[in-house]
């Protein structure tokens, strides 16, 4: 009998063979692989468990640090929040994953803030290349280092108040200002130079470009791969991320900065003037492109982070007028003993009042700058929380 096609019980066969196939494709995912699934005890939500798509939809969504705190309520300690990905909320593993010497590498999400950048601190995911670059610029971020740009820092802030006293009988975005201000900051001690956000009110388009990077960074991160298509396309079909605006117009700015700092010397000691010293000392291994990047990443991280924590700070001391006044009543008591001015709070002399420490910790702690989790890989070993065993390899 000739092979037909066409026959009913031909088609009656095909459609038996897709109905098996499926089930046995649902038998194999939903019976069998959790049993081989190293994370099949740690709970979380169910599309979670299958692919990095409920990641990125809440990375994208920009709601993530409220949707932990609530999976963490729900489920406890340890999440998980991918295939190979769980979020861990306990005290006691910090220091164990984030500690200086740790064995826990940056995971595969900080590769798309580098980019193909040589020189990145934040993002350089091999631990010997991190700590050789880290260690042409610690005495630059050191304690010590840092307290030699107060006086710049002071003049800025003076600068700053006398805006703010200008218009003390408007209503205005103190979280919008303070992110002008945290600019103006940076730009001081990188530059010797404010941007001018004060002084003019706005921010000249800078804040959109950043906060496009952060956005798109979040998702794209946590399916890296598709960045690296992306970029390899690029040439054909234009760039369509915005993360790559941390490599552009921030690079762009710091590099007219190096190439008028080569003809026109800074008016005070800077940042840019220690990078470009390190670059002296070593031009082989802190090139050009290495100075322009610590500018850069001084930009984007120190001033956006910087007026987060500010802005939260202050809306917490409005919204809690009593811990607002018993801080006043701190400030004026250093006051009337003359430790401090009316612009002027030294370092030395903050540290020492116990109750602005307090209120600056606790700000940190309600609204950290930082919304979302900074992933690392664990190590081959595995890690042990809570009872719950971690297999090497998962973030």
């Avoid at 762009?252 to 190439?259: D, F, Q």
């Avoid at 430790?339 to 606790?362: F, H, S």
Wanted: hydrophobic share 40%.
């Amino acid at each position: 009998m000739p092979f037909d096609p066409s026959s009913p019980s031909f088609e009656s066969l095909n459609s038996f063979n897709v109905i098996s196939v499926g089930l046995l494709t649902a038998v194999v995912i939903l019976v069998i692989l959790p049993f081989r699934d190293p994370l099949a005890s740690v709970p979380g939500p169910f599309w979670a468990r299958w692919s990095p798509a409920w990641m990125v939809y809440h990375a994208l969504k920009g709601d993530m640090h409220r949707e932990m705190i609530q999976l963490h309520d729900k489920y406890g300690s340890i999440v998980r929040t991918g295939p190979y990905e769980v979020s861990i909320a306990d005290p006691d593993a910090i220091q164990l994953i984030y500690g200086a010497g740790a064995s826990f590498k940056k995971s595969d999400w900080y590769s798309v803030w580098q980019g193909r950048r040589k020189f990145d601190l934040f993002a350089e995911r091999d631990a010997s290349v991190h700590s050789t670059n880290r260690r042409f610029v610690n005495s630059i971020y050191s304690f010590s280092g840092l307290l030699e740009f107060e006086p710049y820092l002071d003049n800025v802030l003076s600068v700053f108040l006398s805006r703010l006293s200008q218009m003390d009988t408007q209503r205005i975005d103190m979280g919008y200002w303070a992110q002008l201000f945290a600019f103006d900051v940076i730009g001081e001690l990188t530059f010797s130079k404010r941007f001018g956000f004060i002084d003019e009110g706005t921010d000249k388009g800078t804040f959109v470009h950043i906060d496009g990077a952060l956005q798109s960074a979040a998702w794209i991160g946590q399916v890296p791969w598709l960045y690296w298509v992306h970029d390899w396309l690029s040439p054909w079909i234009g760039n369509h991320l915005k993360i790559t605006n941390r490599h552009g117009l921030l690079r762009e700015i710091s590099a007219r900065e190096v190439s008028q700092r080569n003809s026109v010397p800074s008016s005070h000691p800077d940042m840019l003037d220690k990078f470009m010293d390190v670059h002296r000392n070593h031009p082989g291994q802190f090139d050009n492109a290495a100075v322009m990047s610590m500018a850069a990443s001084n930009i984007f991280a120190g001033s956006d982070t910087t007026a987060i924590s500010i802005g939260a700070i202050l809306y917490y001391l409005c919204k809690y007028p009593q811990h607002k006044e018993k801080l006043m009543e701190e400030i004026f008591a250093e006051a009337d003993a003359g430790r401090i001015g009316r612009t002027n709070v030294p370092y030395k002399v903050a540290r020492d009042m116990p109750y602005l420490q307090a209120c600056i910790q606790e700000g940190l702690r309600c609204h950290p700058a930082v919304g979302m989790s900074l992933p690392r890989v664990v190590p081959p070993g595995g890690l042990a929380v809570n009872g719950v065993h971690i297999p090497g390899g998962v973030s």
